[in-house]
């Protein structure tokens, strides 16, 4: 114990790299390893944001913006709700639940946890990552999963788990990651927001790397620093080294410790490869053949140290094993698989993703054969691939999509527009539903040739996608079987997109919150009316231009079922009473921060019979009373937020959640 405080204490005096500097968004350090040869330990904060799927913030604000992130931490350690941070627009259960929700189109896709939101992140320095901190200061335990890019476009797992449910304390999140033998500065996080009770909010993101590779020397740490790094911890700590010992920071001024001691004695634990030699691997023929492949074989030296271990203690057994299997196969047996008639193993593959049909393609020319049928590829979600998604996997599945109806591209960017292009006239002709989300390629042209050969589409989703502009989004006006549009952070215009409601009279869901301040929601709204009568959802999240004419001409749409006018409203009079007494089919009514609602407006809601999720945070005339009523009448009821709703006093709350317990009941509560 003693030998354990005196390690400690020196660490203490240790000259520490300035991990919490709120100024320096990047620092060096330098580091011997041998009497010629150096490391720079580099400690830097995020520089630029490439990509995301959805902010909180609006386009033109500051406010729970995805740029938040960018820079050293402004709010940690404290804990609670901030603007200053970067939050996305969904958490829990509850929009999975909404008349709007996407249905996917090929689940057995999905690895256990699904990806719902990525920020892609730069860094000034490209480096080998060896520790990426995530800064969580409300509601943390969303993220998944880290990605790197390496200086060839292709993405790397660093670290992948599931969601967490942990204190609502602020976190230095530092997950262990996996070894990387390439220099990255691209991160991509990606968050699954199911288990969160409200919205994640992230202050920032360090990313600590070094400029030459380096490995522990002790192979009990199997080529691993973080294996090292944990090692060093239980040392420095006496705690039981343990896999997540990096993912809560109770003490966070002790968070770097073991990185600290890693540097004073980096030439007593670790050996170094140097650049050159590393970017000679990557360069040569043989990673160049291996092509995607090069993302499932270990990184550089241990698959080196492997495969060597393979040829010189385990060949043997190996080709002993694949005999007496062989031998067993030739005995004949009621189980053979093979011997089952076409109709069934079809039944089955209908129910395999997408890599295990490839891999049946693999196992002979019967496989092969059935493995590409037609009918298997009438539905593809190519979303959680999207980091192998490119023009060879698109030149791969074009001929088996004959049939394709149902398409998500999602996320996807390592191909080109004619190369998308070149697929849609081989497999789109069909195609009744397509997710282009988050497509950064997606431009004028593939507007144009979606016009041109997807006639039937009856879904197309296009949010995020920068690149359209209006003569882009006018050959839209060509279709006219649209019923689910999502334009989300879009720069479509009100002509346009009247155009295309006129043309789309099936319209029954339409997505256009986050788009440019010109959009004139009110016109919009009252082509809804004239010519989308089945409309179910509009989403109108700070679009800021939506007034009581717009709300009059939306209680005409009586089949809807979910309103979103967050941060949207002005001067809307007696209109929302007419259309909540209207519209008596409303499942999902967002009203967050509607200024001007009167109390005669919130008693309309009780009129609701049907509702389940209500949104009310910011509402000032909001009162005990009128909650109450609305508990009573709304007898499906599921969820609430009273979030900054001054007239209701947290003693009420806490009443309501033990009377109301299949309700759940969202208030802010923060501590600073």
């Known amino acids: 114990m003693a030998a354990q405080e005196v390690i400690f204490k020196n660490m203490l005096s240790l000259p520490q790299l300035p991990l919490y500097s709120d100024n320096d968004s990047q620092h060096v350090e330098r580091v011997s390893i041998g009497k010629e040869n150096h490391v720079d330990f580099v400690q830097q904060f995020v520089k630029n944001v490439r990509s995301f799927s959805s902010q909180y913030g609006g386009n033109s604000s500051i406010s729970y913006a995805a740029t938040n992130i960018i820079g050293p931490f402004s709010q940690f350690p404290n804990y609670g709700d901030f603007a200053q941070t970067f939050a996305m627009r969904t958490y829990g259960p509850w929009w999975d639940k909404a008349p709007s929700r996407s249905i996917d189109y090929m689940p057995q896709n999905n690895t256990d946890v699904v990806s719902q939101d990525y920020i892609d992140i730069e860094y000034h320095e490209a480096v080998y990552p060896v520790r990426v901190s995530i800064y969580e200061v409300y509601n943390p335990g969303s993220v998944i999963r880290i990605w790197a890019e390496d200086f060839k476009g292709r993405w790397f797992l660093l670290w992948n788990g599931p969601p967490q449910i942990v204190p609502l304390k602020s976190r230095i999140f530092s997950p262990p990651l996996q070894s990387c033998d390439f220099k990255t500065k691209l991160l991509r996080l990606e968050f699954n927001h199911s288990l969160l009770d409200y919205y994640t909010e992230i202050d920032a993101v360090m990313l600590i790397g070094t400029s030459e590779l380096i490995f522990p020397k002790d192979p009990v740490h199997n080529q691993s620093l973080t294996n090292l790094l944990i090692s060093i911890n239980c040392d420095l700590f006496e705690t039981p080294c343990r896999e997540d010992i990096h993912n809560l920071t109770p003490n966070y001024k002790n968070a770097h410790l073991d990185i600290i001691h890693l540097k004073k004695t980096l030439i007593e634990h670790c050996i170094m490869c140097k650049s050159d030699v590393v970017a000679n691997f990557h360069d040569s023929n043989l990673v160049s053949r291996l092509g995607s492949l090069y993302y499932y ?29 062989s031998d067993e196969f030739k005995k004949p047996s009621r189980y053979n698989f093979s011997a089952l008639p076409d109709e069934i193993i079809m039944r089955i593959l209908r129910n395999l993703d997408l890599k295990s049909l490839c891999r049946m393609s693999r196992v002979n020319k019967h496989f092969n054969n059935l493995a590409q049928d037609h009918l298997l590829y009438t539905s593809l979600n190519l979303k959680p691939y999207w980091y192998v998604i490119n023009t060879k996997a698109l030149y791969y599945l074009a001929p088996r ?11 996807c960017d390592k191909f080109s527009v004619p190369e998308l292009e ?20 997606v431009d004028n042209n593939t507007m144009l040739k979606i016009s041109r050969i997807c006639k039937n589409l009856k879904e197309l989703g296009l949010r995020n996608c920068d690149l359209i502009k209006e003569k882009g989004f006018s050959y839209l006006e060509n279709l006219e079987f649209l019923e689910h549009l999502d334009l989300y952070r879009t720069h479509i215009n009100t002509q346009t997109l009247c155009k295309i409601l006129r043309r789309n009279i099936r319209m029954r869901h339409l997505r256009i919150g986050g788009t ?50 967050g941060w949207c409203t002005t001067g809307h009079g007696d209109s929302f009473r007419r259309l909540f007494s209207s519209c008596q089919h409303l499942e999902k009514v967002f009203l967050i921060s509607v200024r001007g609602l009167t109390e005669r407006d919130l008693r309309a809601l009780t009129l609701c019979k049907n509702l389940k999720q209500l949104d009310l945070l910011g509402t000032l005339s909001l009162t005990a009373e009128i909650c109450h009523a609305i508990f009573v009448n709304c007898p499906k009821l599921e969820m609430i937020d009273l979030s900054f709703c001054d007239n209701i006093a947290d003693c009420s709350i806490q009443q309501w959640q033990q009377i109301y317990t299949h309700i759940a009941i969202k208030r802010v509560y923060s501590e600073r």
């Not at 241990?302 to 203690?313: T, Y």
Request: proline residues 3%; contains cysteine.
């Open 297 to 325: 074989v270990p990184p550089l030296k241990e698959g080196s140290d492997s495969m060597q271990r393979f040829l010189s203690e385990e060949l043997s057994k190996f080709m002993k094993d694949v005999k007496d299997s």
């Open 516 to 565: 440019d301040k010109s959009l004139n929601v009110d016109e919009v709204a009252m082509e809804l009316r004239n010519s989308c009568p089945d409309l179910e959802s509009i989403d109108l999240w700070k679009t800021h231009t939506l007034t009581s004419q717009g709300i009059d001409a939306l209680a005409d749409c009586e089949n809807l079922r979910e309103v979103d006018f």
């Open 401 to 411: 999509c004959k049939y394709l109806r149902r398409l998500d591209l999602s996320w």
């Open 422 to 441: 070149n697929f849609l006239v081989i497999c789109g002709s069909l195609l009744t539903h397509l997710r282009l989300n988050c497509c950064s390629c």
